[in-house]
């Protein structure tokens, strides 16, 4: 007889939860989650779960495990046991990070389930912002445009990134009570900024990461919320970007842009793909596939994701000046003021 079973995977970065069905013949055994994905800028950070049978209909947080020990192993003896700090999350007690192009090895250990591991690495990136340019502006407009151009060295070996642009802006919500328009935080974005669509004439983006390297996905647009690529147009070498697009002009916030360019792991790639097209086929239900895409692990013995990734963050003005985000009081009080120009 076949049972369907549910495995949650916690996700450390995002918070976002995601179930996937598999069909496990002979009776299920529960078998431990987990899931980092770590960067240089964060500290080491895990959480440890274990799966359920999707008739359970167990909440997120009785499937966390809170007796695990949880090793990060890295090159010239490096060791670090995470301490827990939340039901189930574990991290550094030592303030250590990942650092560029090292690979770590975790291991995880708790009665009554075999021992866990993965490996992985945040990998090296080397990025240069070349030209920031503003176009002329319509003094009747509230957007100017500019051109962005980036450059990119490509290391050998098959290599997956994605773009990102944001703008610094105040989010305009009104108050019922006193009857005006302050400025908040959109909770559907980065603190204090919006992300923005930009434009590229670039063959190797896409707008979706699952159609990253497939020919049988259509490319529609030049326009992208997020460009995700591949080397295969320019592996091993040094390639350079052109993207434009237009920002907001607010009354007393001049035009403050971040610019983020992550590189990925293979595992944390295949990953974060094969989450997005199991999402699709629940969502929209595909006639042909029959079953779901299976979300990838590269946890030994267990499910989940060990997997890094690192990321360059530009930030400039209109002028293509850098910028600091204590000094613009990004992540503090609120910005203001509201009202566009």
Not at 71 to 77: A, F, H, K, M, Q
Not at 139 to 153: G, K
Not at 154 to 168: A, E
């Given at each position: ?95 250590y990070q990942p650092e560029r192009g090292t690979v770590y090895r975790i291991q995880v250990n708790v009665d009554g389930y075999p021992q866990t591991a993965a490996s992985s690495q945040a990998p090296p990136l080397q990025s240069d912002l ?212």
């Amino acid at each position: 007889m076949r049972e369907w079973v549910a495995i949650l995977l916690f996700a450390a970065v995002c918070g976002c939860e995601t179930v996937v069905d598999l069909e496990v013949p002979g009776g299920y055994q529960s078998q431990l989650v987990v899931e980092s994905k770590f960067s240089p800028d964060s500290l080491w950070r895990v959480e440890i779960g274990r799966s359920a049978p999707l008739k359970d209909a167990a909440m997120r947080n009785e499937l966390m495990i809170s007796d695990a020990m949880v090793v990060i192993l890295g090159e010239n003896n490096f060791r670090d046991t995470l301490r827990q700090i939340a039901h189930g999350v574990y991290q550094t007690a030592y303030g250590y990070q990942p650092e560029r192009g090292t690979v770590y090895r975790i291991q995880v250990n708790v009665d009554g389930y075999p021992q866990t591991a993965a490996s992985s690495q945040a990998p090296p990136l080397q990025s240069d912002l070349l030209k920031v340019e503003r176009f002329a502006i319509d003094n009747s407009s509230a957007t100017e445009s500019y051109e962005i151009r980036l450059r990119l060295e490509d290391r050998t070996g098959k290599n997956y990134y994605r773009l990102v642009l944001f703008q610094v802006a105040p989010f305009c919500r009104h108050d019922e009570v006193l009857g005006s328009r302050r400025i908040g935080d959109d909770p559907s974005y980065t603190r204090d900024y919006s992300r923005l669509t930009f434009q590229s004439s670039s063959p190797s983006f896409r707008d979706y990461i699952e159609a990253v390297d497939d020919p049988t996905v259509p490319d529609f647009e030049n326009e992208f919320w997020s460009a995700y690529f591949s080397d295969q147009l320019f592996e091993s070498t040094t390639k350079e970007f052109a993207i434009t697009f237009e920002a907001d002009a607010f009354e007393a916030i001049g035009p403050h842009f971040m610019l983020v360019l992550t590189a990925f792991s293979d595992d944390l790639f295949v990953y974060e793909r094969s989450v997005t097209l199991h999402d699709l086929f629940v969502g929209i239900p595909n006639i042909i596939q029959r079953n779901p895409v299976k979300v990838h692990t590269n946890i030994q013995n267990g499910l989940g994701i060990f997997a890094g990734y690192t990321a360059d963050t530009y930030r400039f003005d209109e002028d293509g000046n850098e910028w600091k985000e204590d000094v613009l009081g990004i992540g503090g009080d609120e910005l203001e003021p509201c009202k566009q120009q």
